[in-house]
Nanobody, 120 residues
């Protein structure tokens, strides 16, 4: 299983960016998908998650500014970020809880990370 993230880049404060992540490989089903981020010198933290049924969860710091969505048929998860702040600067990682077969236990997979830089 591979997760390929795309998007990100540099933007000024107040701007918007979108991230995409596509899962591929031996996938039977995907439970929860999400985005996490890691700023320099800090631990990786949750940004947002979304269940297969589209129930979402957001970090307090991004509520009202970020929107997570997914396309189950395409095995993709998206993160639309608006009203970006310098403190949103980090490497963003996508995550997927994948079952390789109907009877397999779910396993967490991670994308390669994509840089988001917000300048003031």
């Amino acid at each position: 299983v591979q997760l390929q993230a795309s998007g990100g880049g540099s933007v000024q404060a107040g701007g918007s960016l979108g991230l995409s992540c596509a899962a591929s490989g031996g996938i039977f089903s995907i439970n929860e998908m999400g985005w996490y981020r890691q700023a320099p010198g800090k631990q990786r933290e949750l940004v947002a998650t979304i269940t297969r049924g589209a129930r979402t969860n957001y970090a307090d710091s991004v509520k009202g500014r970020f929107t997570i969505s997914r396309d189950n048929a395409k095995k993709m998860v998206f993160l639309q970020m608006s009203s970006l702040k310098p403190e949103d600067t980090a490497v963003y990682y996508c995550n997927a809880e994948v079952k390789s077969t109907a009877w397999a236990a779910p396993y967490d997979y991670w994308g390669q990370g994509t840089q988001v830089t917000v300048s003031s």
